[in-house]
């Protein structure tokens, strides 16, 4: 069923295409620097997001500094091998940043995670962001930064995929937190996927004791399970604890690549 002209999901489309477009206008007239030596003229795409299919996404993690500042960072999330051959990433900012536009082109140590960029403020907003791979193709996509998450993590999975799957779960420092969930993918059929979180190890849990941490497991940016709150503690070294009520498995659409995001809430 197709929505409404005036629905919120479409203006909200509307109003993202929108942005990247702007975004796209904003790095032509500012001397972005290109990449490679094809001198293509790169049209924005995704600018709805990026869909499932890609073996990347944006993602980002806040922390409440005090009680009117939060510090935040926005990253790239692939596998190792769509990280490896991105040269730098350009984010750009709401206007009161200075400069708005910024660039990296530092992957970084972070599991499943590259191009960081760290910064502190007190409210959110849709972040144009450009992927510059080596091979000189562009990518233009958007983000909504959000300050509901301490650590995430995402894979994307093929169609075909049955078994354990791991998702390492971070902060931008490792030390704020750093887990790797386990979901255990089943196939109810060729089309549909059974999804179901069964296992955490926990590297760092955040402080010197331990951690209330919950979970939310997204598929397409739907919630599809939920990791009750509970009190972690990594012992000084890595440890595996099993879920003692993981839920009913998740039934979901898989003909195409799904994105699986995994965000982690802390409660002191």
Not at 227 to 247: C, E, F, I, K, S
């Amino acid at each position: 069923m197709s929505a409404s002209p005036h629905s919120p999901d479409t203006w909200r489309d509307v109003r993202r295409a929108a942005w990247c477009v702007l975004c796209a206008a904003v790095w032509s007239v500012s001397g972005a620097p290109t990449v490679g030596s094809t001198g293509q003229s790169m049209a924005p795409t995704g600018a709805a997001g990026i869909k499932a299919s890609e073996p990347f996404t944006i993602g980002n993690t806040a922390e409440r500094e005090d009680s009117d500042e939060w510090k935040w960072a926005v990253f790239l999330q692939g596998d190792d091998d769509t990280l490896a051959s991105v040269q730098c990433v350009e984010y750009l900012l709401h206007a009161s940043f200075k400069p708005p536009r910024q660039a990296i082109c530092k992957r970084g140590s972070l599991p499943g995670k590259g191009f960081l960029l760290a910064a502190k403020g007190w409210g959110t907003f849709q972040l144009g962001v450009k992927v510059l791979f080596k091979d000189g193709r562009a990518r233009f996509l958007t983000h909504d930064l959000r300050f509901s998450a301490q650590v995430e993590g995402w894979v994307s999975v093929p169609p075909s995929f049955a078994g354990k799957l791991k998702v390492p779960v971070t902060a931008a420092d490792l030390n704020d937190g750093h887990f790797v969930m386990t979901l255990d993918v089943t196939r109810s059929s060729s089309d549909k996927m059974n999804l179901q979180p069964v296992a955490i190890e926990v590297h760092q849990d955040g402080s010197g004791g331990k951690t209330g941490w919950s979970f939310d497991v997204l598929v397409d940016e739907h919630v599809t399970s939920r990791v009750r709150a509970a009190r972690y503690n990594d012992w000084g070294h890595p440890t595996r604890q099993m879920l003692d009520a993981p839920g009913a498995a998740a039934i979901v659409p898989s003909a195409a690549n799904v994105g699986i995001r995994v965000l982690g809430v802390r409660h002191d």
